[in-house]
């Protein structure tokens, strides 16, 4: 977990407004090595990971990065109600990133 990137603020995604309380919003990253891509582990790991955030932690706004061409964490994401809401693209890192956002926390 870490704090949104610029990339991802200027994407839109969360809403900060100038509301009396503070918004809190994550971007949350994950990976299974290749071995276990194919699977039920990612499909475990992603569902532990949200139920974790949903009854632990209080964001928000919570946003998943994954790799550009990566269909099978986005096919993941999207299954559990996550949204494509944009793509970031990191020159100097040479990465692309489709960002998806989770619905409610």
Same mark, same amino acid.
């Given at each position: 977990m870490n704090p949104l990137s610029q990339?991802?603020?200027d994407l839109g995604v969360c809403e900060f407004s100038t509301s009396e309380r503070e918004v809190f919003a994550t971007s949350v990253a994950f990976w299974v090595r290749e071995s276990h891509a194919a699977s039920e582990f990612s499909s475990k790991i992603l569902d532990a990971i949200i139920q974790w955030l949903k009854s632990e932690w209080y964001f928000d =706004?919570?946003?998943?990065?994954v790799a550009k061409?990566?269909?099978?964490?986005?096919?993941?994401?999207?299954?559990?109600? =996550?949204i494509l809401v944009g793509d970031v693209r990191n020159e100097s890192r040479d990465s692309h990133w489709d960002i998806y956002q989770m619905r409610s926390t």
């Amino acid at each position: 977990m870490n704090p949104l990137s610029q990339e991802i603020v200027d994407l839109g995604v969360c809403e900060f407004s100038t509301s009396e309380r503070e918004v809190f919003a994550t971007s949350v990253a994950f990976w299974v090595r290749e071995s276990h891509a194919a699977s039920e582990f990612s499909s475990k790991i992603l569902d532990a990971i949200i139920q974790w955030l949903k009854s632990e932690w209080y964001f928000d =706004c919570v946003v998943f990065p994954v790799a550009k061409g990566n269909s099978m964490h986005s096919k993941l994401l999207l299954d559990r109600d =996550c949204i494509l809401v944009g793509d970031v693209r990191n020159e100097s890192r040479d990465s692309h990133w489709d960002i998806y956002q989770m619905r409610s926390t």
